[in-house]
Every structure is written in C-alpha cells, then in structure tokens.
T-cell receptor, first 113, second 113 residues
C-alpha cells in the first residue's frame, strides 16, 4: 500500500489565520481525498482532489474556506482559511487507486485558539 | 443522504471472548466495504476489506457481508486488550472503485483483562 506523509502533524493556530496542510504519497495515485474528524466524531469527507482538475467539494464545504491544490499525482495541499475554534479537528489525507482500499496518513491535529 | 449506521457502544467484552460489531448502509449500489481500527489519537488503520457476499477471514478477524440486507459485520475472535479501540465501518460512496468513503460513527470496543 502507498505510504502517505502529512505535514504538519499538529499545530496550534490563532483564529483568523490560515494553515496549509501537505500530503505526499510515495507513488502516483489518481485520487486523493481530504477528510475531517472533529473531536469525538467520525470522518467526514471534505473534498476529492484529482490531478489536473478542480477539487470536488462535499456539501457544507466550500473552496474559499478549504482551497485544495493537486499539482501532480503524488502531492496535494489543503488550506484551512480564516480559522475559528470550530475548525479544531484532525485533518486526514487518503488515497484511492482503483479498487484498492484507502489508507490514511497520520493526520494533522489542528487546534484554534 | 447516503448513511452508514453503527452502534456507538461502548461494547465491552472480556479477554478471549468474541466481539461482534455491526454496520448497516443505505446505498444499495455500494460495492466496497471496509473496517478500520482507530486508536485514540491515531489515524484510522485498515483491518479488513470485503467486496462480495459471505465471510472473509484474516487471522482473528472475520468480516461478513450481506448485500441483500445491506449489512456488514466484523467478528474479532479471542479478543485482546490491545483490540480496545474504535472500529469504523466504511462504504464506498457511489459504487465505483476508488471513490471516497462514507464512514459510520464508529463503535468503541473495550476488552477487559
């Protein structure tokens, strides 16, 4: 399975600021996914990122708040913009390749003060 | 609204017992089904995938799928304290391979020694 590296692993940010999370995969993959896991909750899909096209956002998530880049087949970034305490979550990157199961990076634990 | 339902638990079993975790899903076109284990503070780890009706065994874990009933289960035999974690059931969202997953809220398992 692909090895997925996320940076940063955790951060504490001030409200109103933005943070960019990086996801690097050790092999080329077609689809990358960004999920959010709020405290005590399950995973919710934010968006699907395909190389060479705009990310597809799920209901409740908008590009202005969570801009995503996918410059190549091994890398993606998620930016959390204009952060508020409600954005305190774990943000997870995963990859999908055909029928193979998805695996997750270690996640980014974000706290907003 | 596509949904995946799980009992949140906690499910408590003694060491050596069989733990049974259940999951139902709403979308009949779903083709891929997964069980992830998540320890506190960690990212989800894939433990089982199942794609066709019936049972699939891997070590102490058995996944069971019944598409007609839209039901997936995970059995853990000879439960160990190290199995104490939250177990997430996930279903691929639109029946296509490599697409995003829909997660249940997870069942917390506690194995007492």
């Amino acid at each position: 399975s692909a090895v997925i590296s996320q940076k940063p692993s955790r951060d504490i940010c001030q409200r109103g600021t933005s943070l960019t999370i990086q996801c690097q995969v050790d092999s080329q993959v077609t689809m990358m996914f960004w999920y959010r896991q709020q405290p005590g909750q399950s995973l919710t899909l934010i968006a699907t990122a395909n190389q060479g096209s705009e990310a597809t956002y799920e209901s409740g998530f908008v590009i202005d708040k969570f801009p995503i880049s996918r410059p190549n087949l091994t890398f993606s970034t998620l930016t959390v913009s204009n952060m508020s305490p409600e954005d305190s979550s774990i943000y997870l990157c995963s990859v999908g390749q055909g029928s193979q199961p998805q695996h997750f990076g270690d996640g980014t634990r974000l706290s907003i003060l | 609204q596509k949904e995946v339902e799980q009992n949140s638990g906690p499910l408590s079993v003694p060491e050596g017992a069989i733990a049974s975790l259940n999951c139902t899903y709403s979308d009949r076109v779903s083709q891929s089904f997964f069980w992830y284990r998540q320890y506190s503070g960690k990212s989800p780890e894939l433990i089982m995938s199942i794609y066709s009706n019936g049972d699939k065994e891997d070590g102490r874990f058995t996944a069971q799928l019944n598409k007609a009933s839209q039901y997936v289960s995970l059995l853990i035999r000879d439960s160990q304290p190290s199995d104490s974690a939250t177990y997430l059931c996930a279903v691929n969202g639109d029946g296509q391979a490599g697409t995003a997953l829909i997660f249940g809220k997870g069942t917390t398992l506690s194995v007492s020694s």
